[in-house]
C-alpha cells in the first residue's frame, strides 16, 4: 500500500474571453467551500494543491474546470454562453433559470443601474423594460415616478405595482433606497409570474434584489464619488418680452375699445394708451403713457424688466453623490456593508433633497443542514419642496406662466424706484402694496410673490427608514427545506410647511405653521416548504406558503396660527387651529402553494393557487380565491431544431390567472362612519358619513399571456414576442347616485376594463472582437385600453368621456373651427339638429363656445409605442453606453399654453410668442384670435389645445475609461474607472414648450422640468 501527500501550494493566474481579462469570475476548489473572485484585471490567486479540480464560473460564460498539476500558473478562457435560457433569475419566493419560466418577466442588472443617475431606483426601467410605462415626477429630486405595468388596471383602486425587497413587501418610500445597493430588478408582468402574490399583485409586481456577500471571498472595498450640474432638460415655453407685452396689451384694449364698445379706431387707440397702466396698474417705464395712440413704445428706457424663469428655476444646479461598499465572506459566512449620501438640488432655485442610506447583510451557513441571515437597513433624507406645480399662487412654474416681466420682484414707489426697509434691505413686492396708486395693485396673483414665497415660506419633507429583514432556512431532507422570514419595516414621514406671517396668503391670520408626523409600520411573515425531486427526465417542485401581513398607519397633525417675526414652530403660535390624530390598521392573512414540473428541461408546466382574507372587506366576503397556470415548450431542445445553425433558442410560452386587487383608498369602506368636529359650544357633534356598500369585495383581473423567445445564428440576435389581454371587473367603482340622495356617489363592485398589447424585446450583438465589442437592445410595447361595462352608457369625467368601448383617456372636448377672418373671433363646430331635435350628422361653425358640441377627437393620451434603445461600444479600455427611451402616438392637453394665449383677456397674465400670428385686420387668415380686453372663450378648452406629444430623448450616456493592470501595479487598487454620466441630455419632442413627460390623463399641471444631469466620477476598488 502507497500512501502520497500532495502539499497545498498558490494557484495564480488570469482569466479572460475573447475581449480580455474577466473581473469577479468565480472560482472554487470543487468539494470544498474554499473560494475568490478574480479581480479588476481578471488575475486570481487561490490555495490548492496537485490533483485539486478548480471550477470557473461567470454569468453569461460557460462553466469551465481545470485540474491542478505541477504548475502553479493556471490561465483559463472562458466562452461566451450561448444560450441565455440558463441564466438565473428572481421571481416570486425564489429563483428560476430563464429557460423554466412560463409566465413574462424581465430583468435588469445593476450594470444597468450604474449607468443612470436616479433618485427613485424605478426611473432605471424606463425605457429598459418593455410594458413598462414610467412618467418622470418632475424637477424635485426625491420624488417617485408614476409607474404602469400592461396598461391601467383600475379606476378607483391604486394601480401601482406592487414593490418586494429582499423577498418581502415595501411599504416605505422608493427615494430611500440608493440604486447602488442594489444587485437586480425583476418586473413580473403576466398571471402566471405575479399570482404568488395574490391581491397585491394585479397590478404587477417589481422584486428588488439587493448585494449580498459570497462565501470565501476575500474582503474587498468599493468607492464611488459622482458630482455635477444639472438644469433644465427641455426650454420652457417662448414668452413676449416687456415691450412687446405692452403693445400687445394696448393692442388688446384698443380691440376692445373698437369692436365692443363701437369707438373709431382714432378713439379706441387713444382711449387704450390711456387705460393702459390703470389695467395693467404698473408702470416700469420712464415714461407716464408708455404706448402713444398708435401702439407704438414712447420710448423702451425701463426702471425694471424681471426674468422670473432665471430668477426661480436653478440651471446650475449641484449633484453629487458618493458610496462606500465593503464585502467578503469565510467558508461559512458572507458579508456586505454599503453607505451612500446622495445631495441634489432641484429645478426650483430653493428646493433640494440629502439623503443618506447605510445596508448590512449577513448570511451565514450555521451548519450543513441550517442556514441563517439578515439585512439591516437605514436611511434618513431631507427634502426642502417648495410648490412647484398646480394652480397655486406660490407655485414657481405657475407664476413664472402667470406673471409677465413688466411686474418688479421688490417693491417700487409711484416713480418706480425701489423703496426699502429701516435697514436698506430690498422688500418683495406681493402686487397689494396699501396706500399708493401706482405700482401697488397686481391684477393677477395679487397679494402674493413666488419668488419671495421661496425664502419668506419654508415647505420641509423628512423621512427615516428602518428595515429588518431576517431568515431561517433548514434543510429538512435532500429534497425538502422550510424558510421562515420575518420582515420588519417601521416608516417615519414629517412634512413642514411655515407661511409667513407678514406677507403671501397666510399674513391675516398672523402666520401660519402645518406639520403632520406620520408613522408606518409593517410586520410580513412567510413561512415557506419546498419540495424538490428528479427521477429520469421528470423534474418536480412543490411550494406551500402561509403569510401574514400586517399594517398600521399612526398619524398626527397640528396646526398653529398667529406668529412673531422669527417665530416658525408650532409652540409659538398664539391660536392653535386645529389637531388631528389617527391610527389605522390592515391585515392580510395569506395561503399559498404552487407545483411545477417539467420533462427533460424541453416541456415546462406550473400551477399556483393563492387564497387572501383582507380586512379591507366585510367578514362576509373577506377571503378571495386568485390562482394561475402556464406552460411553455423549448422547441429548440426538439431533435429537429438541436443542429440548426439559424435557431439556437426557441420557446412557446402562454399562461392565464385570475387576481385581486383590494388597495381602496379607504382601509375599511365597507363600514359606515361617522364624522366628528362638528361641535357646538361644549356639545360634542357627529355626522353621518357617506353612503358604503357592506358587500364590497375584491376587484379581480384575469390576465392572459402568449410569447415567443428566440435567440438566432448562435444567440447573435436574440428577443421575445408577447400579446396579453388584462380585464379587470367587478371594479372598485365610485358609482354616481342622485343628489337627493344625499350622497354623490356610492363605493361598490361595478363595470369592467381591459387592456391589451403587445410587447418585443430584441437584443443583437453586432461586433465582438478582442478589442473592440458593440451590442444593442430594442424594446417597445403598444398597449390598448377599454371600458367593457359601466353603471351606466357614458359619463363626463372632465375632458374624457367615459363609455363603453371607448378608453378611459380618449379626449371628449370641443372641436376648433380656427379663427373667422371677418371678425378675428375664435370658431368650434356644433350638430345641426333636426325637426326632431337629434343631430343630423352634419356640422356648422359658431362663434359661442357655449353653442359648440363636445365630440371624441379621436386622439388619446395613452401612447401607440413606448419604449427604448440601447447601444453598447468597448474599444479595449473605453466603452460608452447609450439609452434611448421614447414614445410615440400619445396626445397632451397643454392648459399652460391655452393660458399663454389667451390674448389679453385678462390684463396682467403673461403671454406666449406665438401670439405674434394673431388676426389684426379683416381678412387676415390665421389660428389665433385677435386681441380683446373683454370676456371672451377664444382659449377655452378644445382641439385649439390638443397637441401630438411624441419624444425620443436621451435618456442616458456612460462613458468610461477602465485603467489597464500595468498602470496600476504600482498602486493597492485592483479597479479604477473614470466616466462621464449624462441624463436626459437631449430631448427631441413634437410639442416644445413643456416636459413631454406629464401625466397619464394627458393634462399639464405647471410641473416643474425634469433636470439635465452632467457629471463626472470615478469608481475605486481594493
Known sequence: MQFSFAQEKVVKGVVSDSSGPIPGVNIVVKGTKAGIQTDFDGKFSIQAKAGDILLFSYAGMIEKTVVVGASSVVNVILKEKLNFLDEVVVV???????KSIVGSVATIGKEVLGKQQATSVLTSLQGTVAGVNIIAAGGQPGENPTIRIRGISSINAAADPLIILDGAPFNGNLNTISSDQIESISVLKDASSTALYGSRGSNGVIVITTKRGKLGTAPRVTFSTLAGFAGNAVKLHGLVDSDTYMKYSWEGLRNANQYVGGQTPELAGSNASRQLVGE???????????????????????????????????????????????????????????????????????????????????????????????????????????????????????????????????????????????????????????????????????????????????????????????????????????KTNLAYDKYLFDSYVYASNEV??????????????????????????????????????????????????????????????????????????????????????????????????????????????????????????FY?????????????????????????????????????????????????????????????????????????????????????????????????????????????LPASTGNSAILTNIGSLKNYGWEVSLNSRNIATPNFIWTTGLNFSMDNNKLTSLSQKSFINGDKQW????????????????????????????????????????????????????????????????????NFFKYKNLDLNILLNFSYGSYIYDSTYAGLMSGFETPGRSAHQDLKDRWQQPGDITDVPLF?????????????????????????????????????????????????QA??????????????????????????????????GINLEF
Open 280 to 482: 395693467l396698474g404698473y408702470n416700469p417705464y420712464v415714461n407716464a403713457v408708455p404706448v402713444d395712440a398708435n401702439g407704438n413704445l414712447v420710448s423702451s428706457e425701463k426702471k425694471w424688466e424681471t426674468n422670473w424663469e432665471e430668477l426661480m428655476l436653478n440651471n446650475a444646479a449641484v449633484r453629487q453623490e458618493h458610496s462606500l461598499g465593503l464585502s467578503g465572506g469565510s467558508e461559512k459566512t458572507a458579508y456586505a456593508f454599503s453607505a451612500n449620501y446622495l445631495g441634489q438640488e432641484g429645478n426650483v432655485v430653493t428646493s433640494n433633497f440629502d439623503r443618506i442610506t447605510t445596508r448590512l447583510s449577513i448570511d451565514s451557513q450555521v451548519t450543513d443542514w441550517f442556514k441563517a441571515g439578515i439585512t439591516s437597513f437605514y436611511s434618513t433624507s431631507s427634502q426642502n419642496f417648495p410648490t412647484q406645480s398646480g394652480s397655486s399662487f406660490q407655485s414657481a412654474i405657475q407664476w413664472i406662466y402667470t406673471v409677465p416681466s413688466i411686474y418688479p420682484v421688490y417693491r417700487r414707489g409711484e416713480n418706480g424706484d425701489l423703496i426699502t426697509d429701516a435697514n436698506g434691505d430690498n422688500i418683495f413686492d406681493y402686487g397689494a402694496t396699501p396706500g399708493q396708486l401706482l405700482n401697488a395693485s397686481r391684477p393677477t396673483l395679487s397679494n402674493e410673490n413666488a419668488f419671495g414665497s421661496l425664502y419668506n415660506y419654508k415647505t420641509k419633507n423628512k423621512r427615516d427608514n428602518f428595515t429588518a429583514n431576517g431568515y431561517l432556512e433548514f434543510t429538512l431532507a435532500k429534497d425538502l427545506i422550510f
Open 628 to 736: 394561475a397556470v402556464g406552460a411553455s415548450w423549448l422547441i429548440s431542445e426538439e431533435k429537429f431544431l438541436q443542429n440548426s445553425t439559424v435557431v439556437s433558442n426557441l420557446k412557446l410560452k402562454g399562461s392565464y390567472g385570475e387576481l385581486g386587487n383590494n388597495r381602496t383608498a379607504s382601509y375599511f369602506p365597507y363600514l359606515q362612519l361617522f364624522n366628528t368636529g362638528f361641535n357646538e359650544l361644549s356639545n360634542t357633534g357627529v355626522v353621518l358619513g357617506g353612503a358604503v356598500d357592506p358587500f364590497l369585495t375584491w376587484e379581480k383581473t384575469a390576465s392572459s399571456n402568449i410569447g415567443l423567445e428566440f435567440g438566432l445564428f448562435r444567440d447573435r440576435i436574440y428577443g421575445s414576442v408577447d400579446y396579453y389581454i388584462k380585464e379587470s371587473i367587478d371594479l372598485i367603482y365610485a358609482k354616481p
Open 803 to 870: 363609455e363603453v368601448g371607448r378608453s378611459l383617456y380618449d379626449f371628449y372636448i370641443r372641436d376648433w373651427a380656427g379663427v373667422d377672418p371677418a371678425t378675428g373671433y375664435g370658431m368650434w363646430y356644433k350638430d345641426i339638429l333636426g325637426a326632431d331635435g337629434l343631430a343630423t350628422g352634419e356640422r356648422e361653425t359658431t362663434q359661442s363656445f357655449a353653442e359648440a358640441t363636445r365630440y371624441y377627437a379621436d386622439k388619446s393620451s395613452i401612447p401607440d409605442v413606448v419604449g427604448g434603445l440601447t
Open 932 to 980: 380683446l380686453t373683454a370676456n371672451n372663450d377664444f382659449n377655452s378648452q378644445s382641439t385649439r389645445f390638443l397637441f401630438k406629444n411624441d419624444y425620443v430623448r436621451l435618456k442616458a450616456l456612460n462613458l468610461g475609461y477602465n485603467f489597464s493592470e500595468d498602470a496600476l501595479a504600482k498602486t493597492s487598487l485592483s479597479r479604477l474607472r473614470l466616466y462621464l
Open 92 to 98: 416570486a419566493y425564489g429563483k428560476q433559470t430563464a
Open 504 to 625: 403671501g396668503y397666510a399674513s391675516s391670520v398672523g402666520g401660519r405653521v402645518t406639520q403632520n408626523r406620520d408613522f408606518t409600520t409593517s410586520t410580513n411573515i412567510t413561512n415557506s416548504l419546498r419540495y424538490s425531486k428528479s427521477f429520469g427526465n421528470h423534474n418536480f417542485n412543490a411550494l406551500a406558503i402561509q403569510e401574514a401581513y400586517k399594517f398600521e398607519l399612526d398619524a398626527l397633525g397640528a396646526q398653529g396660527e398667529g406668529y412673531l417675526p422669527g417665530v416658525d414652530v408650532l409652540s409659538g403660535s398664539t391660536t392653535p387651529s386645529n389637531v388631528s390624530g389617527s391610527v389605522t390598521e390592515e391585515r392580510l392573512s395569506s395561503y399559498l402553494g404552487s407545483l411545477s414540473y417539467n420533462y427533460g428541461e424541453k416541456y415546462f408546466f406550473e400551477g399556483s393557487f393563492r387564497r387572501d382574507g383582507s380586512t379591507r372587506f366585510n367578514k362576509d366576503v373577506r377571503w378571495g380565491s
Open 983 to 1016: 441624463d436626459n441630455l437631449l430631448t427631441w419632442q413634437s410639442h416644445k414648450g413643456i416636459d413631454p413627460e406629464q401625466s397619464l390623463d394627458g393634462n399639464t399641471n405647471s410641473r416643474s422640468y425634469n433636470q439635465r444631469i452632467v457629471s463626472f
